[in-house]
């Protein structure tokens, strides 16, 4: 039976339907003697409702379950270790994450199997790629495509369908509510960006894939709260593979054997498309790309399809991308190959690529007495790596500052990565917070700090992160660079558990350059 609660078209669960489908995927242990009907779904008692199933899932204290008790709360499926004095009827699964994404896709009718839905994974890229892919299919569909990404959720053409992201990849609840407003907005298609944590944390249990583009990998989100191990990370990001009908492979990224063997094995051979760089001393590819013009602002390449199975997609010649470095190539030409494979055509990806933006990426604003401002999310060192480098190498730098932190509780691994990076490539760096949540700045800027080896890079600390910005923009001559790094566009910094508003970065050195250049 449908409801048409918030407008979406939903399923109302009886009881015998959700034991049904724990027992189908062999996540129950016990079922309660009931047989109401369930009408919302909840992961937070903030969200509860009369009518709502509650989802008792990671740090879930007592009194959250008073609140939702006083809120009209119907039922809850728990962890065998959570224990509760209520009467309250209740499921104990023995995964509760992997059981709210079994239920959620079908309290929301199963919207995935209404879109052709590409996921995307890597360690850096995977927003890039994401708009890319969004842009190419707007172009084909005629703008009946969904996003889901780092930075915002788009479910249909309006803007009332536009979101602010608050994770990379949403929590299932989440996710397949917001599947649903697509498929109801009309929407054919949907690219998301999948996180390793998304498999940690069974996000994305039960969904499977059309296409899922692996970029690349290298070392991040190791740490107490994330994955203990880089092979536990790189576990998780291949677990891609493993719910995907066709894969999108770089030959260039690190670890290939290992991801390629873990593709063959998931995969058939002709499921599998490989790209690469222009390179002789890269592995066979399908598919290549080769840079023939760039500037700051944008890029020329051209595709190559190599082999029978290749000349397929029909997506050889020559393009013109609105993002500058060969990173962005790459990933562009991944979401050709994966567009591709869910209908789009060539027309479709030249304007795409000719037009994408990417809010808080690569955004350049150009000065008459401080020179270059950029304003990116690099955040690790592999992504301020290669900025710093596409700095160098497309201007004339007399002195390259940069300005970054690093998060809180989470990514701790990334501290050592941002140090090396900015050893590498800066002459100066302004050590500043992120989003420090329950730690001190002054001390993760510590730890960047002491990876900073290049005696020649000058160091400078200021915990306030305006004040860095500004102080680098004032000391910045009109043949300096200044980089501005991970924030991007953020309104918010995460400080003790709370959103902070924050001015973002970009408006941050809009104003004070104009304060300085009036």
Not at 230 to 255: G, P
Not at 468 to 496: H, M, W
């Amino acid at each position: 039976m449908k409801n048409q609660k918030r407008g979406l078209s939903l399923m109302t669960l009886t009881a015998d339907n959700i034991t049904t489908l724990l027992a189908d995927q062999d996540l129950l242990i016990s079922a309660p003697d009931f047989d109401g009907e369930i009408q919302h779904l909840a992961y937070n008692s903030n969200d509860v409702v009369p009518g709502t199933l509650l989802f008792i899932k990671g740090n879930f204290k007592a009194e959250y379950l008073t609140d939702a008790i006083e809120k009209g709360v119907t039922a809850i499926i728990a962890p065998a270790s959570f224990k509760h004095a209520t009467k309250l009827p209740t499921w104990v699964a023995d995964d509760v994450p992997a059981a709210m994404s079994i239920i959620a896709m079908a309290f929301y009718r199963y919207p995935q199997n209404n879109l052709a839905l590409i996921g995307i994974t890597g360690t850096k890229g995977k927003t890039s790629t994401a708009y890319m892919a969004y842009e190419i299919l707007r172009a084909y569909t005629h703008d009946k495509v969904a996003l889901s990404s780092t930075l915002q959720v788009i479910t249909g053409s309006e803007p009332q369908y536009h979101y602010r992201a608050h994770l990379t990849t949403p929590e299932s609840v989440d996710l397949f509510r917001w599947m649903r407003e697509a498929v109801d907005n009309g929407m054919t298609h949907m690219v998301m960006e999948v996180s390793s944590q998304a498999f940690k944390m069974r996000r994305v249990y039960g969904l499977h894939f059309n296409v899922g583009i692996f970029l690349n990998i290298s070392p991040d989100h190791i740490g107490e709260n994330e994955h203990p191990t880089f092979e536990d990370y790189l576990q998780h990001k291949m677990m891609l593979f493993d719910h995907s009908e066709q894969i999108v492979l770089n030959v260039d990224s690190d670890h290939f054997g290992e991801l390629i063997a873990h593709a063959e094995l998931m995969v058939h051979r002709d499921g599998i498309w490989l790209y690469g760089q222009e390179d002789a001393d890269s592995p066979k590819a399908d598919v290549y790309f080769e840079a023939t013009d760039a500037n700051l602002h944008g890029s020329v390449f051209k595709v190559r399809e190599v082999g029978q199975q290749a000349e397929h997609l029909h997506i050889k010649g020559e393009y013109t991308l609105d993002m500058p470095g060969d990173f962005n190539q790459s990933n562009a030409l991944a979401a050709m190959i994966a567009t591709r494979l869910v209908g789009a055509d060539a027309p479709a990806m030249a304007e795409g690529l000719e037009t994408v933006k990417v809010p808080g990426r690569m955004q350049v604003l150009n000065t008459q007495n401080h020179g270059t401002i950029y304003v990116d999310y690099a955040h690790n060192y592999a992504s301020i790596a290669a900025l710093l480098q596409f700095v160098r190498q497309n201007e004339s730098v007399n002195q390259l500052a940069i300005v970054v932190g690093a998060p809180g509780n989470k990514g701790v691994s990334r501290r050592p990565g941002i140090g090396k990076a900015v050893s590498e490539g800066a002459d100066v760096v302004y050590l500043t917070s992120d989003d420090p949540q329950y730690e001190d700045p002054a001390k993760i800027a510590d730890e960047i700090q002491a990876a900073i080896t290049n005696p020649k890079v000058t160091i400078y600390r200021e915990l306030d992160r305006t004040k860095a910005i500004t102080a680098a923009i004032q000391a910045a001559g009109p043949d300096d660079v200044v980089v501005l790094a991970a924030k991007g566009l953020d309104e918010y910094q995460k400080i003790d558990g709370v959103d902070t508003p924050y001015e973002n970065d970009w408006a941050v050195a809009n104003r004070i350059v104009s304060e300085l250049e009036r």
